[in-house]
């Protein structure tokens, strides 16, 4: 059974742990083994822990949905006792954990088997998982030259390399649906506090980075999340509930939707003529399923909401790096361009900036609630577009050599003009997804994405699996993949 260890999305891996056809210690082998041969090629995942997972297995594993089955956590938040974290940085290297973190407490009741971390950049910021720390890029195994995205993009790659078959990554900005959209995947992120962030953090960039999961199927997701949600103890506030479940929603296809299509950016722009592609078939696909798709754009502040969210990303960067720092110079050999860049933005900013940018992404986000309210706008149920303006981008585009943060967010050519879309829902809160419909010319996926109202999570993820249904991605591999 171990032939078809790579090609199975992780529902079906478990069933053949439950009917005794291979066995925890046979998957790890065959994670171990994948990892030896493809890893030094894409540099995915760092920090192996194999005694760990093997004491894991001999101990007794929780009897939970992924029983047995090899699981990777992003070198990023994920705090775990014992997995220590480079966290993207060389300032953070080797950070340890006297407590689990709530989040990896629910992942390990699942079942799995935890065996290291994926690549993240610095500090989690950009487009691209290019950390210094890691002696190399994160490269897509559909393309070497190309980017598998960020920041979780070593959980990505070591998914479509076929290392693991599901990952653990989290979303600020787009750090899932990103690296889902390069490398062929479903990347879904969760409304707003679905999912727990405690103890070590109490929100993380005022409320707009979440945790979430890098899958083949959604399914998987779905398994994952009614696992992982609800608010830990002691949570500034609590997503809505749910109604019965993600695993309950895609058991049937959501009620006909209507839906906004955006074929350029939120504010009007072209972008890249593959990609605009890729949205028109899926909306296509949506009208012949018998949603209503209706071309229009989203009335909100895009450019206010990207200043907001680089001034709290700059300045929650700032503060992390300034505390690691513990009095010591900032230079080169411990923080690279971009965090210096942020660090260096945050002291431009006024005292009082920061209370107000939080200000404006709550403006920004009931902009965003009036899209889909038939009192106030048009009441759509979904917004499709593009999940990247581009495809993947090649390596070396997006590295943090730089220490202008400020340009290399906003200016021509950085990652708003790249990714446009992903940011928008960090900061309303909403539910969105990247599923992997497109693919352009060159043999790189094309991710398209939906989002829905805030709490919408499980009319979003029936969505996405009738998608899935009717147009099945999960036959496509990358080419550098375990066989």
């Known amino acids: 059974m171990l032939e078809t260890y790579g ?42 822990q194999e005694a760990i997972a093997r004491q894991a297995i001999s101990a007794g594993l929780p009897r939970g949905p992924f029983h047995g089955l090899p699981f990777l956590l992003k070198d990023l938040g994920c705090e775990a006792v014992a997995f220590p974290s480079h966290n993207g940085s060389r300032l953070l290297a080797n950070t340890t954990y006297d407590r689990d973190s709530a989040i990896y407490d629910r992942i390990r009741a699942t079942g799995v088997v935890t065996w290291g971390r994926t690549t993240s950049p610095e500090g989690g910021v950009g487009a691209a998982t290019e950390a210094a720390v890691y002696g ?54 969760p409304t707003r506090a ?7 953090v109490g929100e993380g960039w005022a409320g707009m980075a979440i945790d979430g999961f890098l899958t083949h199927s959604v399914r998987d997701t779905a398994t994952l999340l009614d696992a992982c949600a609800g608010a830990d103890a002691g949570a500034p ?21 209507r839906v906004m299509l955006v074929e350029g950016t939120f504010t009007g722009q072209a972008i890249h003529p593959e990609v605009a592609q890729a949205v028109r078939e899926a909306a296509h696909l949506l009208e012949r399923l018998g949603h209503q798709v209706t071309p229009a754009l989203p009335q909100a502040d895009v450019a206010m909401m990207m200043r907001a969210w680089t001034d709290i990303v700059g300045v929650g960067t700032a503060l992390g790096i300034r505390k690691a720092l513990k009095g010591r110079a900032l230079t080169e050999d411990l923080v690279e361009g971009i965090g210096r860049g942020a660090c260096a933005h945050a002291e431009t900013l006024h005292p009082t900036r920061y209370l107000e940018a939080v200000g404006q992404i709550h403006s920004f986000g009931r902009q965003m609630a009036a899209v889909f309210d038939p009192e106030q706008g048009a009441g759509f149920d979904i917004l499709l577009s593009a999940t990247l303006a581009e495809p993947p981008a090649r390596i070396g ?7 202008d943060y400020v340009a290399y967010r906003t200016g021509p050519g950085g990652i708003f003009e790249y990714s446009p879309f992903c940011a928008v829902f960090n900061a309303s809160g909403q539910p969105a997804a990247s599923v992997p419909l497109g693919m352009s010319a060159a043999g790189l996926p094309i991710g398209v994405h939906l989002a829905a109202r805030f709490g919408a999570d499980e009319e979003l993820i029936a969505l996405c699996a009738e998608l899935e249904k009717a147009a099945p991605w999960t036959a496509r591999k990358a080419p550098l993949r375990v066989k």
Not at 194 to 200: N, T, V
Not at 397 to 403: G, I, V
Request: aromatic fraction near 6%.
């Open 7 to 48: 090609a199975q999305d992780a529902t079906d891996l478990a069933a053949l742990v439950a009917c005794g056809a291979v066995t925890p210690t046979e998957l790890l082998d065959a994670a171990l083994d994948a990892s030896a041969t493809l890893n030094p090629q894409i540099n995915a995942v760092v920090l192996p």
């Open 136 to 189: 190399g890029p994160t490269r897509n195994p559909w393309h070497l030259d190309h980017t598998p995205g960020g920041s979780s993009g070593g959980a990505g790659a070591a998914v479509a390399a076929g290392i693991v078959p599901f990952a653990h990554g989290s979303d600020g900005g787009g750090s899932v649906r990103i690296p889902a959209s390069c490398c062929g995947l479903f990347g879904f992120k």
């Open 237 to 257: 506030y609590h997503a809505p509930p749910l109604l019965r479940s993600h695993a309950d929603a895609i058991s049937r296809p959501p009620r006909r939707l």
């Open 194 to 200: 679905r999912l727990p962030d405690g103890p070590y």
């Open 397 to 403: 585009r997006f590295a943090h050599h730089s220490d």
